[in-house]
């Protein structure tokens, strides 16, 4: 009997020695590491003044360094007093997936913090910063919370504004086809804590924005329709056969018609190419459209 419970004392040894050691292996660095900490892959911000509103807007699109770390709570630096329209991840088909937001003010700036499920983000917000009723000026500046290792920036020229000067200037300017100019400055680096300070100054005496704002249509949301009426034996199948010939002649040019008369509904903020209400993303460069 004792030699039997020192053979189990001795198994039990080594069952613990192996679970000691799995458990020092688990927890090594070169199994295991602890999660880093946030920073920007890239990052998108538009600049835009007087567009669809008297005011600034901007819009910050970016994507986090996909480490493993989401969802995660994430906070940018923002000026005190703006209008945020909305806050979100933004998914690969192009769907914004709002998420509650709080503004959390500081010694002369502000944060803004939400929680962010997935690597890529995008938020719009206005503020007014404009001095000025005829000739105008912005200092506009960006304060990155986390290291961004590809900045680019596009300002947008007011369709009537005059005397457009941005200090320093541009990489590039890019004429739009809708009229629009776009000062772009590409391939910045910003570590945390670092600013970007542009002073943008023009004239413009007509005190209406670029363009009228227009109510955004979700892309991919089917809306709901009344169902059919089915059909009914009592209808001569003459009739059914001349209908559908009359649709088949008359579908196609009616459809053509239909495309070429939708309404423009917004701009791209890249090229400023006109976009449609059904268009995600910019016929022209592929732009993903931005929500309003």
């Known amino acids: 009997m004792t030699n039997c419970r020192r053979h189990w004392r001795a198994v039990a040894g080594r069952v ?9 292996l688990s927890v090594s660095p ?5 999660p880093t900490a946030p920073r920007l892959e890239r990052a998108h911000v538009s600049v835009w003044p007087e567009y669809d509103d008297p005011r600034l807007l901007i819009l910050y699109e970016g994507a986090f360094v996909a480490d493993g770390g989401f ?16 806050a979100a991840g933004l998914a690969l088909d192009g769907r914004y997936l709002r998420q509650p937001y709080q503004l959390i003010p500081q010694d002369g700036f ?29 200092d506009w500046w960006l304060r990155s919370s986390y290291p961004i290792a590809d900045l680019q920036v596009n300002v947008q020229q007011p369709l009537k504004a005059n005397s457009f000067t941005i200090s320093p200037p541009a990489d590039l300017i890019n004429a739009g086809p ?8 590409s391939h910045r680096t910003l570590d945390a804590g670092e600013e970007m300070k542009l002073r943008i100054s023009y004239t413009k005496a007509d005190p209406e924005p670029s363009v009228t704002r227009q109510p955004f249509v979700e892309p ?3 809306t709901a329709v009344a ?12 009739l059914i056969v001349v209908g559908a010939a009359g649709l088949l002649a008359g579908g196609g040019y009616w459809y053509l018609k239909q495309r070429q008369a939708v309404t423009v509904t917004g701009y791209c903020h ?3 190419k006109e976009l449609r209400a059904d268009d995600r993303f910019c016929p022209g460069c592929g732009t993903r459209r931005r929500q309003v």
């Open 178 to 185: 809708d009229g629009f100019k776009y000062h772009l400055f």
């Open 16 to 24: 613990m020695e192996a679970i000691l050691l799995l458990t020092v």
């Open 270 to 272: 890249q090229c400023g």
């Open 110 to 138: 502000a944060l803004l913090r939400y929680e962010l499920p997935i690597p890529t983000f995008f938020f719009e917000y206005y503020y007014d910063p404009i001095k000025g009723q005829t000739d105008k000026t912005i």
């Open 71 to 86: 969802p995660r709570t994430v906070e940018f630096t923002v000026p005190l007093g703006i209008d945020v329209n909305q």
């Open 227 to 238: 169902p059919s009426t089915p059909s009914q034996e009592l209808y001569p199948t003459l």
């Open 30 to 34: 070169a199994t295991a590491q602890a």
């Open 220 to 222: 991919g949301v089917a």
